[in-house]
């Protein structure tokens, strides 16, 4: 298993000091990683949202993301580096657009949210949960409870856009367009075409990376 | 000192053993990054 060096050391350490066995080490090892990973990304996040000045977005669509990634799953990349910087990518641009865009006319909003949630929904029918060779899903049982679970998500989303519709709250629209745009970036991921974009990057610098999925 | 670092360390690995349970439910979290799940918490 190919876990980062520091998560290694600490689960290392932590072995020696409590005498546990290879197996819990390596558990240990993968829930240390994970801690880490999702720290850092968040706090890059937070921080390049500050930055640019669209926290509100920034934090919009980690949650719509999390939410619709935590059931409905997506393609990956075979780095925690790229996955940081795409991620940091996206994240950001979604953000700034959804800011560009917060200002068009509630009815173009409107259509973009119907559009976006007819895709999510048609997508995660069809294809969630996605999973990956890393977390491959292995009972029929928990298959079946992530897909209506994703397509629970994808209806509490459906019903956050309306009710922002109703509040004055001044970054309603740019919250709005986060959203719609998160739900069309969860959605791609779920796709082939999602997995080929996400193997070409995991390319760029290693051409000998095989494709995921 | 020792002894402090040790229970610690017991009381890390506890709630980390705990953590795990929770942080395998999901198919992936919210990066594109999936670190490989161990044999033993694949379901």
């Known amino acids: 298993m190919s876990y980062l060096p520091i998560s290694k050391r600490i689960a290392g350490y932590l072995s020696f000091q409590t005498g546990l066995s290879a197996e819990k080490e390596e558990i240990i090892t993968y829930v240390i990683e994970v801690t880490l990973i ?9 921080f390049l949202g500050l930055l640019f000045d669209v926290l509100p977005a920034v934090i919009t669509c980690l949650i719509t993301v999390a939410l619709l990634r935590h059931t409905a799953g997506g393609a990956h990349s075979n780095s925690p580096w790229r996955c940081a910087l795409i991620t940091a990518i ?11 865009l917060a200002h068009i006319k509630q009815i173009y909003i409107d259509i973009m949210a119907i559009v ?3 895709i999510g929904t048609f ?6 949960p996605v999973d990956s060779p890393s977390a491959p899903i292995t009972s029929a049982n928990r298959r079946k409870r992530l897909k209506c679970l994703s397509i629970i998500v994808i209806g509490f989303i459906s019903v956050v856009i309306v009710l922002l519709r109703q509040s004055l709250w001044l ?8 959203i719609i745009l998160s739900v069309l970036w969860t959605s791609f991921n779920l796709t082939h075409f999602g997995h080929l974009v996400m ?3 995991d390319r760029l610098r290693n051409p000998k990376t095989k494709e995921v999925n | 000192m020792k002894k402090i670092i040790n229970k610690l360390c017991y009381f890390s690995v506890t709630t980390m053993l705990f953590m795990a349970s929770i ?21």
Not at chain 1, 38 to 46: G, Y
């Open chain 1, 90 to 100: 996206v994240f950001l641009s979604i953000s700034i657009a959804a800011s560009y």
């Open chain 1, 38 to 46: 999702n720290l850092f990304n968040i706090i890059n996040i937070l």
């Open chain 1, 171 to 178: 970054h309603t629209q740019e919250v709005q367009v986060a």
């Open chain 1, 116 to 118: 976006a949630i007819a």
């Open chain 1, 199 to 201: 193997s070409h990057i």
């Open chain 1, 123 to 128: 997508l995660t029918v069809r294809l969630a």
């Open chain 2, 23 to 43: 942080i395998v439910t999901p198919t992936c979290f919210a990066w594109h990054y999936q670190p490989e799940v161990p044999k033993s918490l694949r379901k």
